[in-house]
């Protein structure tokens, strides 16, 4: 047996015994462990084997979301972790001075201590405390913050003579800062004792960078952590939507001077206007995400972190500052309350002056019922005029498919008609050479048209230039989510992420019901630009069944356009019913063979989402966490570690 091989081989089989061990230290059962896993083996192979383990060791946790044991187990800081950090930081090339900048009024003193403290107990030493009193009537904050300054020489405070509100207040403080950069900060929150090194450390990765944002979780009063946001790299879209980036948030203060500082006018959403106004200035890779949880929102009766209805003002603000953004990049748009979440935003871009044609390209194969299905909701509930239905026939012989192919209108339907063995990929090819539209859309026959503007709401989107593929909400017949975007990894080449999420639930920080970038959407329902689909090739005919669409949004990708999933194009669908289950060897063989196919091909890009985080599962669609984190540069240094996720 090749060396090579010798040691993938050694490898896996470490691996698996340090689940087995785990599982057992879990309450797992030996025998039950083993049968489980074989069977797993039998139906999967080598893959099936390890996420069989994976599934018995998660399987014995009393609860895979319960964030209070994944801390303990994987975020928790020792003395040797940090005396680690501690080295790091004296290590570090590049050492700006960090100025934290904090607006305060009348502050409930245990928190505002709190906050105060743990700033001063920061690992990295290259730090100041900016802080400017908004013209407090308790004594007593100006009592805490004068003996705090008198501590601690990092710290400096300025006293502002009457009330100006959030954005008066923190540009006082920004008045005071010295750093290379500032980092927001609210007065009842707490910054993690490692979070301004891995600032630091972020831009020494990257010295030109714009922006740095970290993950956060909530604090109760009785500073319990509770619902933490593991975030995405930059995502455009979804900054539409929300302001996931929030904190920790670090500015280059230039930048932030550039811009003007904070605008009054937009109260409960000014870092939302902020982040909008500075990324106009910034390329994409000037702004970095570090996946770590370094930020606790303080969540006490009123405040945005207990819920985010406590201030309507906040969410019409936001909307100003979208709105306003928009204008500003020459992006002609409504911004809207989103219909699921009204805290939340819904972006409609303008459509093109005039109507492109849109190619609907079905591919089928006999079940007139379902085709016929798809037509007629096509036809009965779309409102968009302008488009032709190109069918691709792959070899029916059903009677009933040939009537209903008879009775459909020549002037928008074509039948074009293919007798080779089923090929997905290579059907949409052909139709797409056939196609007269500048916009093509791939859909299965087993699509049920559920929103009339489902086309306006995708055109928008696919219009701009900078966008490759649009994808849309698909739903499951009994009401369950089929479709919110497909996460790279999950399974071991790409899932569906919120699978099975029940109607009328956001899912994972309104990630289910929140227009955003991915890396993949499903061809399913698929809206591309004609120059687009030929400028990558098309689908690639050596994947006739699946991850086509994987492969062919990671090559859109890979031309520099960015993938959007919009939820406001909404569909059911009835998920291959026409074309059956993999259920037989040659099916299987072929799968396998697709499966390696992508992963060679793809490689790490498919362990490492930029639309997904590393803290959250590649074994689970739900947006749970990961047991452990799916890199251990990932994890706090000092951190109790389990053994590594598998990839």
Known sequence: MPRSVMARVAKQAVRIAAFVRLAMQRGGSPVGIWRKAHAMYRRDGLAGLRLGFYKVMTAVETDRKDYAAWLRRFATLDDSGRAALRADCAALKLTPLISVIMPTWNSPLVFLDQAIWSVRRQLYPHWELCIADDASTDPQVRQLLERHRAEEPRIRVVYRAENGHIAASTNSALTLAQGEFVALF?????????????????????????????????????????????????????????NYISHLGLYRTALVRQVGGFQSGYDGAQDHDLVLRVLELLAP?????????????????????????????????????????????????????????????????????????????????????????????????????NYEVIIVDNGSVEAATQALFARLPADRFRVVRDEQPFNFSALNNLAARAARGSMLCLMNNDIEILTPDWLEDMVGFAARPEIGCVGARL??????????????????????????????????????????????????????????????????????????DVDFCLRVRAAGYRNVWTPYAEMVHH????????????????????????????????????????NLSAYYDDFSYAWPPRSAAEVPQGAVMATKELP
Request: aromatic share 8%.
């Open 475 to 548: 739903w499951y017949p009994d009401g369950r989510l089929q479709h919110a975007g497909v996460v790279l990894g999950v399974g071991g080449i790409a899932g569906h992420g919120h699978k099975l999420l029940p109607r009328g639930y956001g899912g994972y920080f309104g990630r289910a019901v929140s227009h955003q970038s991915y890396s993949v959407v499903t061809a399913a329902c698929l809206l591309v630009r004609r120059d687009v689909f030929e400028q990558v090739g098309g689908l690639d005919e050596q994947l006739a069944i699946a991850f086509n």
């Open 186 to 242: 609210d007065h009842d929150d707490l910054l993690s004792e490692d979070a301004l090194y891995w600032m630091a450390e972020a831009v020494n990765r990257q010295p030109d960078a714009g922006l740095v944002y970290s993950d956060e979780d909530k604090v109760d009063g009785a500073n319990r952590r509770f619902d933490p946001h593991f975030k995405p790299d930059l995502n455009y879209e979804l900054l539409l939507a929300q």
């Open 575 to 614: 998920e291959s019913a026409s074309r059956g289950d993999e259920d037989t060897p040659a099916k299987q063989a072929r799968f396998a063979a697709e499966v390696s196919f992508v992963r060679q091909r793809w490689g790490a890009q498919l362990d490492s989402d930029p639309a997904y985080n590393v």
């Open 285 to 385: 890779h000037q702004v970095l995400h570090v996946p770590r949880v370094l930020y606790h929102w303080r969540a006490i009766s009123g405040s945005t972190a207990l819920a985010a209805g406590e201030k309507h003002y906040a969410a019409e603000a936001g909307r100003k500052a979208v709105r306003e953004h928009l204008a500003r990049v020459g992006s002609a748009a409504e911004v809207l309350p989103s219909s699921a979440t009204p805290t939340m935003n819904r972006v409609r871009f303008a459509l093109p002056a005039v109507p492109p044609l849109v190619s609907i390209i079905i591919p089928t194969r006999d079940r007139a019922d379902l085709l016929g299905m798809c037509l007629d909701t096509l036809v009965q509930r779309t409102t968009w005029t």
